[in-house]
């Protein structure tokens, strides 16, 4: 190869020396060169900037004069200083030129140049107006300036495949994508090259022999933070119900439902993806978890209110019958009407019960008793009709509650006065004709009044409650009573 290189170069050196008097002009260059009209020769074109994915598998690409190499990224490139890469103004003719093409393609296959360095091209020669080699290279003599463009432009010069020659008279790229000379298939895009064209997928397709498929880019992580939608030649996120989309289209973000569309009734508290509800006190939610609903106190239990348990909005009331009042929100306690306000005359005393108040006679004595202090009235001996009638009788008064827990010691009879050599006997004279009562002695002085019967009021009970004393000797005797006032109030507070 090197012997033909070395024949070509001596050609070229023969033809030169019988043309001295005239300038050679070439506008069409060897594979791997283009022409440079400012320069008028031909220069290297650089295929690993032009030519795209020129290497495939890994490989690294390496320009070099006419050619290009795919070359290990490991690998390592020498250049023999010795002999220096020459550039070429013109592109090779004769049978030199097509020997020089063929050594610069055997050396971009093998990459192995004996000796070292890479061959940039073979050498052109000079001759006459001739086409040689396969490129079909036209070699025209012009004895004008070398540098100056052909004057006549009605002279036809002849250009590679993929060129044409422009109003300069200068063969230039043909952009078939844009001339419609390309076979591109409609889902591709034309993309022009020097002398050539090719043809790409749209964005978001990929090649699968000569047709165009749809890249599914759902199926390449990571590209959306929930959920990826494919789409023809493209794709899109979305995120879960309670997210949004960032500014960046790929990010979810929290919505804060309470801030951008409160639906709660009453409080809203906002989660991660979602939002919860909660009403005030008093009020439950409703079945669609937004609404809050007024809870009735009263119904959900009997025990709230010791009376009556009245529901409101959000909360409940307790009430109590008349002559009664709420105290610590729930309880009924007896309103002294005694003390406040009531309708009792100069003459009577007022005595107040459990729900109410009563009025009686302040002297209650009657004929042949005498008062003789408060609520004790006395009938003298010396007025005979006192001999039959107890010797004093003592008028008191009490309340109790509707519905008592029976047997219950309700009130206590005592004497007054002690007598020597005395025997006391109690009973109940009168006013219990139901059997409500059971007078209990408890000493021989005094005797318990005991409640045996449930009462229900408002009832009004009045039971006599006698003490007879009599000597050891039987020669004296006496008695007294004590008239009890039982008033059953209306509830069981």
């Known amino acids: 190869m090197l012997q033909t290189l070395f024949l070509s170069m001596l050609t070229l050196a023969l033809v030169k020396s019988q043309y001295t008097e005239e300038t050679i002009t070439y506008t069409q260059c060897t594979d791997g060169y283009e022409w440079d009209p400012i320069r008028q020769q ?38 023999n200083n010795e002999h220096p890469q020459q550039e ?45 080699g396969r490129n079909n290279f036209v070699i025209r003599r012009n004895p004008a300036d070398p540098q100056r463009i052909p004057s006549n432009p009605s002279h036809r010069i ?16 043909i952009d078939e994508c844009t001339s419609g000379t390309h076979n591109c298939r409609a889902d591709q895009v034309c993309i022009n090259l020097r002398g050539s064209f090719t043809c790409q997928c749209l964005p978001g397709y990929q090649k699968r022999g000569e047709q165009c498929v749809d890249i599914d880019e759902c199926t390449v992580p ?70 809050c609903e007024d809870i009735d106190e009263c119904r959900t239990s009997s025990y709230l209110c010791q009376y009556q348990c009245v529901n409101e909005p959000g909360k409940f009331s307790c009430m109590c019958p008349q002559g009664y ?40 004595c009657q004929d042949p008793y005498v008062l003789t202090s408060e609520n004790r009235c006395v009938c003298p001996v010396s007025n005979t009709m006192c001999r039959e009638l107890p010797q004093s009788i003592v008028y008191k008064y009490m309340s109790i509650r509707s519905d008592r827990s029976v047997p219950s010691d309700i009130f206590q009879i005592q ?16 006013g219990n ?60 507070f």
């Not at 049978?95 to 050498?123: D, E, N, Q, Y």
Request: charged share 15%.
């Open 415 to 430: 004497a007054t006065t002690i007598y020597a050599n005395t025997i006391n006997t109690f009973r109940i004279k009168s």
């Open 42 to 79: 031909c220069k290297d074109i650089d295929e690993c900037d032009i030519v795209p994915d020129a290497c495939k598998g890994g490989m690294k690409c390496v320009n070099h004069y006419g050619g290009y190499l795919c070359l290990p990224k490991t690998a390592q490139i020498i250049v």
């Open 88 to 132: 070429t103004p013109a592109a090779e003719a004769s049978s030199g030129a097509t020997t020089g093409t063929v050594a610069a393609r055997s050396m971009a296959t093998s990459g192995v140049v004996p000796g070292g360095g890479f061959i940039a091209s073979a050498t052109a020669v000079a001759g006459p107006e001739v086409q040689t």
């Open 433 to 492: 004709e139901n059997g409500e009562f059971y007078l209990r002695q408890t000493s021989p002085v005094s005797a318990m009044l005991v409640l045996v019967k449930s009462l229900s009021g408002p009832r009004e009970y009045i039971v006599d409650l006698e003490m007879m004393t009599v000597n050891s000797i039987g020669t004296f005797r006496t008695s007294s009573v004590l008239r009890l006032t039982i008033i059953v109030g209306p509830f069981s």
């Open 222 to 291: 990571p590209y959306c933070h929930q959920r990826c939608v494919n789409t023809p030649g493209s794709f899109y996120c979305q995120c879960s119900p309670g997210f949004q989309l960032a500014a960046n289209n790929y990010t979810c973000v929290d919505i804060n439902e309470c801030d951008a569309s409160n639906q709660c009734a009453q409080q809203c508290y906002n989660i991660l993806g979602s939002f919860i509800c909660q009403c005030n006190q008093g009020y439950e939610l409703s079945s669609d978890r937004l609404n």
């Open 158 to 173: 002849q250009c590679a495949a993929g060129y044409e020659q422009s109003e300069h008279n200068v063969c230039q790229d």
């Open 325 to 364: 009042q709420v105290v610590r929100s729930r309880t009924c306690q007896d309103i002294n009407e005694c003390e406040t306000t009531n309708e009792c005359r100069e003459d009577e005393m007022c005595w107040n019960y459990h729900g109410g108040f009563r009025c009686y006679p302040r002297n209650p």
